[in-house]
Structure formats: C-alpha cells, structure tokens
C-alpha cells in the first residue's frame, strides 16, 4: 500500500509531518486532541475529548459508554443492546442513555441501536468518511 506523507497545520500555526498509509485518509481529528484546551485557538465544544467525557458522565452512563463500545461495530460505529427484562435496569439505562444524548455521544439509528460519535471513536480511515456521513445526517 502506497504511504503519503501529509503536513497538518495545527491552530497554533505549528506544522507536523504525519506518514499516512492512504492518499485519502481523513486526519481531522483525533480521540483525545486540543481541540478544546487551555491553550487552543479553535475551542470546538461539540467534539469534546474522550478524556474530558469519562470526567462528567455518571457511573451508570460510564458504564453504558464502555458496553457501547464493546459492542461496536467497526465498520459503521453501530453499537446494539440486549432487550433487559429488568424493568428498573431498563429505566436505568434509560437515564444514562439520555446523558450521553445530550452530550452528543450517541445517536439513534434504532430499536436499541446507536451510532458512536466518530469523534470520539475515530474509525478506520477506510470507513471514516461513510460512518461522518452517517454522523452528520441523523438528528
């Protein structure tokens, strides 16, 4: 596989060299990153850092992220829960599903589905581009 080498001009007008394995591969964002620091230009508060996340949630919505995230999907960051017949552990996912809502997370995309922000869960850069695309279109 061809390798490219990419300059990336951070906001603070810094530039690295990165090898990137294809000529396409987004390099946009990273997991954890500056987006949103101390000493960033571009405080970009959509796209807050995994770091900064696992600070605010609660434990059960902690706990819901990490079940996410053993359940994912690589290729299109879609994660799909159990049915619980526990109707209190129901209400209480519930609860932390709404949490990670709101904090842009998670989306929807059915009965007990949900895609995971590519933000926070970078993708392969072969399914980066479908999986933003799927992002940004859902509600």
């Not at 990137?20 to 959509?46: C, Q």
């Not at 526990?86 to 007990?112: E, P």
Request: hydrophobic share 35%; aromatic share 6%; glycine share 4%.
């Amino acid at each position: 596989m061809a390798k490219t080498t990419t300059t990336i001009t951070h906001d603070d007008n810094k530039q690295l060299e990165v090898t990137v394995p294809r000529k396409n591969s987004l390099i946009e964002f990273s997991a954890v990153g500056r987006l949103d620091t101390l000493y960033s230009d571009n405080s970009r508060v959509k796209h807050i850092d995994i770091v900064d996340l696992m600070s605010t949630l609660t434990p059960t919505a902690n706990k819901l992220f990490k079940e996410l995230k053993d359940q994912l999907d690589y290729r299109s960051n879609v994660a799909s829960l159990p049915k619980l017949e526990n109707t209190y552990k129901s209400k209480s996912r519930s609860g932390a599903t709404k949490i990670l809502k709101d904090r842009g997370v998670i989306k929807k995309t059915g009965q007990r589905s949900f895609i995971v922000c590519p933000y926070l869960i970078v993708p392969g850069p072969d399914f980066q581009s479908v999986i933003q695309a799927k992002w940004n279109s859902l509600p």
